[in-house]
């Protein structure tokens, strides 16, 4: 599934949060969207009906959290970029992340060990 930026955004006040109530997620996402409270309960129920968010119904005030978490979310959009702009090919996505951007010698060296792991 991919996320928009806003689900994004929404997600990771839920994540550092461990869940919220919707004034509490209206007040910390202010800032940055400038969302109304309506705004934000609009994205919250959309985010449930698609599974990314679940509604604690039973107590006062209902309690928002995310429905998967921050890695899960992390492997899917990992796997749907690879899958889609590289076709796969984990080797050419590193290859071009190593070229573009250089990584410093402990970067290197737990890169270098990660591979070696591999090889078993």
């Avoid at 996320?3 to 461990?18: I, K």
């Avoid at 992390?74 to 070229?99: E, H, M, T």
Wanted: aromatic share 8%; charged share 35%; glycine share 6%.
């Amino acid at each position: 599934m991919k996320l928009s930026d806003r689900e994004w955004t929404v997600l990771a006040v839920l994540w550092d949060a461990g869940g919220a109530a919707l004034g509490e997620v209206t007040r910390a996402l202010e800032t940055e969207t400038g969302w109304s409270r309506n705004t934000v309960l609009t994205y919250l129920t959309r985010m449930e009906t698609k599974g990314l968010v679940s509604i604690d119904k039973e107590g006062y005030p209902r309690k928002y959290r995310a429905a998967l978490s921050r890695e899960e979310c992390r492997a899917q959009a990992r796997d749907s970029f690879l899958q889609n702009v590289y076709r796969g090919a984990a080797g050419d996505l590193i290859a071009a992340f190593l070229k573009e951007k250089p990584i410093s010698p402990e970067e290197r060296e737990e890169l270098r060990r990660l591979l070696d792991e591999m090889e078993v």
